[in-house]
């Protein structure tokens, strides 16, 4: 079945970086787009971006430009979400997710099970 | 970025009523909507991709409908396991954007 497994909590300081992973498993890594959205406490949810895991190419949302890196490794099959320049903003949950759509985007139908990032100094 | 509204914000019903969420676009969307239900702590699960499609798994009573800029998602047949949040989403065009989320509680 497929699984998409998150790292860990992470606790940041305003400034600093966080790098999320997300392993997939029980399907082609390279068949599916991996989405990242997230979602600040009681907030509505947040896209984020997307990375084609097949050539690696990425769309982020300009909001997050300049900040946020997607990148992923299809030998291990795991994505990566690197966010930049954190804020108090950013305190959010994470989630990768996979589409439904092969090769073509389409709706998110498989989401990881949330990364907790929280911002305090 | 294309603005998605919900309404109503939140509702109250009883098991077994017919319930109806409403989702406007701030532009034509063509029929790239898709709905989601999440429950607290819970990631979030697709039900509906592109206005009426019905994920795998997803029960019958669950269904959607529209086109252009408004779209509705309908429960036929409100169940207990289906007081939740939900929210629609548009994926015409990157940035995809949510709505806000109507939650659904019990009466």
């Known amino acids: 079945q497929v699984q998409l497994v998150q790292s860990g909590a992470e606790v940041k300081k305003p400034g600093a970086s966080v790098k999320v992973s997300c392993k997939a498993s029980g399907y082609t890594f390279t068949g599916n787009y991996i989405h990242w959205v997230r979602q600040a406490p009681g907030q509505r949810l947040e896209w984020m971006g997307w990375?084609?895991?097949?050539?690696?190419?990425?769309n982020s949302a300009q909001k997050f430009q300049g900040r946020v890196t997607m990148t992923r490794d299809t030998s291990i099959s795991t994505a990566y979400m690197e966010l930049t320049g954190l804020t108090s903003d950013d305190t959010a949950v994470y989630y990768c997710a996979r589409d439904l759509g092969v090769v073509v985007v389409t709706a998110i139908s498989y989401w990881g099970q949330g990364t907790l990032v929280t911002v305090s100094s | 970025d294309i603005q998605m509204t919900q309404s109503p914000s939140s509702l109250s019903a009883s098991v077994g009523d017919r319930v109806t969420i409403t989702c406007r676009a701030g532009?034509?969307?063509?029929?790239?909507l898709n709905w989601y239900q999440q429950k607290p702590g819970r990631a979030p699960k697709l039900l509906v991709y592109?206005?009426?499609n019905l994920q795998s798994g997803v029960p019958s009573r669950f269904s959607g409908s529209g086109s252009g800029t408004d779209f509705t998602l309908t429960i036929s047949s409100l169940q207990p396991e289906d007081f939740a949040i939900y929210y629609c989403?548009?994926?015409?065009?990157?940035?995809?954007?949510f709505g806000q989320g109507t939650k659904v509680e019990i009466k």
């Open positions: 532009q034509s969307i063509n029929n790239f």
């Open positions: 592109e206005t009426s």
């Open positions: 989403q548009q994926s015409y065009g990157p940035p995809w954007t």
């Open positions: 990375i084609d895991p097949n050539g690696g190419g990425t």
